[in-house]
């Protein structure tokens, strides 16, 4: 059983770019997590998601970043006219169902903005 | 607003010693309590998962415990080796399904 696949690992793009980061969650679960670790400081939730809704998105910034979890296919965090700030690792996290008892990490997706 | 804190922020030991590792939070309404490690540059690896109603879990040289009415994890580490050497994060789990990650310990341990 695969765990938890994001891609790409690295991702360098201009100040002006879109980034586009995936995750697809272990086999069976169907709740993601998305959480960014900005240099020097502590993981921060992001969104939650189940297929196809947003179930909580108190974390996200309020422009230019977005979430999809589509009914077929990997979650997508997307991240449009990406600033030096935006760069991170990004980590999703995924679960079977509500209230699960634990979070599986993938290995996180490392965003550089030049 | 919850929010969790580590203590010590860093910590440098020789090989051999046994640790403890401190994590606080403020809402004690957490549904369990994870202990991560996260080398440099890496994801994070669980190690320890204990439920709201548990008092600790152990996995090899690893303990943790919780006190949901002090508002406190540790994490034990029993005669620590140079291969210990990485960031132990502990998050809380709320209600909302989310993680709140605490600061992190950065432990060194050297030969």
């Known amino acids: 059983n695969a765990g938890v696949m994001q891609n790409p690992r690295h991702l360098v793009r201009r100040r002006g770019q879109e980034a586009r980061l995936r995750c697809s969650p272990m086999k069976g679960h169907s709740h993601v997590y998305w959480y960014r670790q900005l240099p020097e400081e502590g993981l921060k939730f992001m969104v939650y998601?189940?297929?196809?809704?947003?179930?909580?998105e108190s974390g996200m910034p309020k422009e230019r970043f977005s979430a999809e979890f589509p009914k077929e296919g990997p979650s997508i965090l997307r991240i449009q006219q990406v600033v030096r700030g935006d760069s991170a690792a990004y980590f999703c996290?995924?679960?079977?169902?509500?209230?699960?008892?634990?979070?599986?990490f993938g290995p996180g997706t490392r965003l550089t903005v030049t | 607003k919850q929010e969790v804190t580590q203590i010590p922020a860093a910590l440098s030991v020789p090989e051999g010693e046994n640790l403890v590792l401190n994590c606080s939070f403020t809402?004690?309404?957490?549904?369990?309590l994870q202990w991560f490690r996260q080398d440099p540059g890496k994801g994070l690896t669980s190690l320890l998962l204990i439920q709201s109603s548990q008092r600790e879990q152990t996995s090899g040289r690893l303990n943790a415990s919780l006190d949901k009415s002090s508002g406190r994890s540790t994490l034990y580490i029993a005669a620590s080796q140079p291969g210990d050497s990485a960031t132990y994060l502990c998050a809380g789990l709320l209600n909302t399904d989310k993680l709140i990650f605490g600061t992190g310990t950065r432990l060194q341990v050297f030969p």
């Open positions: 996290a995924s679960s079977p169902r509500q209230g699960a008892n634990e979070q599986y």
């Open positions: 998601l189940q297929k196809e809704n947003i179930i909580d």
């Open positions: 809402d004690s309404a957490i549904y369990n």
